[in-house]
């Protein structure tokens, strides 16, 4: 899923949601950014790029551990990172769909011809371990549902 800020900003006017943005180009940004959300009291964290990984993937959710937010992250930093929530695509399943390109292209094909295409396969990740540490509880149809339930 790809949001822009201003889509963020229409649909938090829309639902009467108070929107905070806290831009982070680096891991080391995230102690202020997390700071921001605390003093904010925000209840909950929407994290919608992935560009800032580095060598410390696992940094930002240990810092939102901290944070009363409840965190919606990366499916892959929900399963490492200790994010409670996450619903996005299958990764894997998007490399997959790359190779596919790559192949038509080394055969030929001009990839502006190519269609342009939305991943197909979407997954829910919830993490009950982080959601416990943090007094989260979650409904059981809603874990019912998830693809990986982590305990």
């Known amino acids: 899923m790809n949001f822009s800020v201003r889509e963020m900003e229409m649909a938090a006017r829309r639902f009467g949601v108070e929107l905070h943005l806290h831009g982070v180009s680096s891991p080391f940004d995230f102690p202020a950014a997390f700071d921001g959300i605390t003093r904010e009291h925000a209840n909950a964290l929407f994290v919608f790029d ?5 060598d410390s993937q696992d940094t930002h959710p240990e810092l939102g551990c901290e944070s009363p937010a409840a965190r919606d992250l990366s499916v892959r930093r929900a399963r490492r990172g200790g994010g409670v929530m996450a619903y996005g695509p299958n990764i ?10 790559v192949d038509k292209i080394l055969k030929g094909a001009k990839p502006a011809d190519l269609p342009v295409e939305q991943p197909t396969k979407i997954q829910l990740v919830i993490n009950l371990k982080t959601a416990r540490a943090l007094g989260s509880r979650f409904p059981q149809s809603l874990l019912l549902r998830a693809d990986q339930v982590i305990q």
Do not use: L, T
């Not at 992935?50 to 580095?54: M, Q, S, Y």
């Open 50 to 54: 992935e560009r800032v990984d580095g």
């Open 92 to 101: 894997p399943d998007i490399y997959r769909r790359a190779a596919v390109y």
